[in-house]
């Protein structure tokens, strides 16, 4: 999605398998038969409608209208997410901003105000909301989660480094950026060890 609206943004108006999965980084026979699964057929020698394209996985993807957003913590990593431009961009609307420290609490943050999060419910309610992003410390992160699912939110996006224990029909993404850098230095200690290649060594001939 990203690709196909950098692509239309910068005039493209078709665009091949090949060129969209070396953009992707992906196979571009599993970028045809993904495409495929939403009726979309390139032509042959033309490839792709980016514009129609773009429709068709907006919609796939539920983004013909806007999903606003609540984020539970106002904290360094909830005011970073309230000031991210890139959620309001693609349809993710920050509307709500709550926090359970009086000392937070009324400040504005990318213009939107904190407010108790005694005060969650109405705000699910009144913005018409779907997803909650549970933005706390980890020891407050479950009490979060329940009272976001308590509100009427059904989905959650968790930065909090934990497990969240909500109900079946409630959908959990979670995000942990030390997990991410783990992964890497997990990497980087193999390079070390001689397992992988280091960077700008030659791959060889049977790679």
């Known amino acids: 999605m990203r690709i196909l609206t950098e692509q239309g943004e910068e005039g493209v108006d078709s665009i091949s398998s090949e060129r969209l999965a070396?953009?992707?980084g992906v196979n571009a026979a599993k970028v045809r038969k993904d495409?495929?699964?939403?009726?979309?057929?390139?032509?042959?020698?033309?490839g792709y409608e980016v514009a129609y394209l773009v429709y068709q996985v907006r919609r796939e993807l539920g983004l013909t209208h806007d999903w606003p957003v609540v984020i539970v913590g106002a904290g360094n990593?909830?005011?970073?997410?309230a000031g991210y431009d890139g959620f309001g961009a693609r349809g993710f609307p920050v509307v709500g901003i709550v926090d359970i420290d009086?000392?937070?609490v009324g400040s504005v943050f990318a213009g939107t105000r904190v407010r108790h999060i005694d005060e969650l419910p109405q705000i699910v309610q009144s913005k018409h909301i779907n997803i909650g992003v549970?933005?706390?410390?980890?020891?407050?992160?479950q009490d979060a989660a329940d009272r976001l699912?308590?509100?009427?939110?059904?989905?959650i996006l968790n930065f909090a480094p934990v497990v969240l224990l909500v109900p079946r029909a409630i959908e959990v993404r979670k995000v942990d950026l030390a997990v991410e850098?783990?992964?890497l230095s997990y990497y980087e200690q193999r390079r070390a060890g001689g397992a992988i290649p280091a960077v700008g060594a030659p791959r060889p001939a049977n790679a």
């Open 102 to 104: 009086p000392a937070k």
């Open 35 to 46: 495409l495929s699964y939403l009726g979309s057929y390139g032509t042959r020698g033309v």
């Open 149 to 155: 699912v308590s509100a009427g939110v059904t989905s």
């Open 134 to 141: 549970v933005a706390t410390p980890a020891m407050a992160a």
């Open 77 to 81: 990593l909830g005011q970073a997410l």
């Open 181 to 183: 850098l783990q992964i």
């Open 22 to 24: 070396e953009l992707a």
